[in-house]
């Protein structure tokens, strides 16, 4: 059974850090290329970042230069530094496995199963 499960979210001031983690199980991560999404209240969700062996990785124009993605395919995770946030990166973040390259890299329908989202918030 494919899970990949979140962790890492909380509450951090503006300028602050957080390192998010999705661990994932019942496939092998090295494989595959592994995406975070993220949604803010009232907004649609959006791509904030893919990790691939053989496609490199993207990120959102919002995200670059803050964020970087990572993995460690021995112990099944894919972790995002999130760095300087701001207030607008406040939203659930969820990771995703990608199991299609028809479009870009950020189109959700090539991604076919999701963690259930941590919350990240972003405030003084």
């Known amino acids: 059974q494919v899970q990949l499960v979140e962790s890492g979210g909380g509450l951090v001031q503006p300028g602050g850090s957080l390192r998010l983690s999705c661990v994932v199980s019942g496939f092998t991560l090295r494989y595959y290329t592994i995406g975070w999404f993220r949604q803010a209240p009232g907004k649609e969700r959006e791509g904030v970042s893919t990790i691939s062996d053989n496609h490199g990785n993207q990120y959102a124009d919002s995200v670059k230069g803050r964020f970087t993605i990572s993995r460690d395919n021995a112990k099944n995770t894919v972790f995002l530094q999130m760095n300087n946030l701001k207030p607008e990166d406040t939203a659930v973040y969820y990771c995703?496995?990608?199991?299609?390259?028809?479009?870009?890299?950020?189109?959700?329908?090539?991604?076919?199963?999701w963690g259930q989202g941590t919350q990240v918030t972003v405030s003084s």
């Open positions: 995703a496995r990608r199991i299609s390259f028809v479009s870009q890299w950020d189109n959700e329908s090539e991604f076919d199963s």
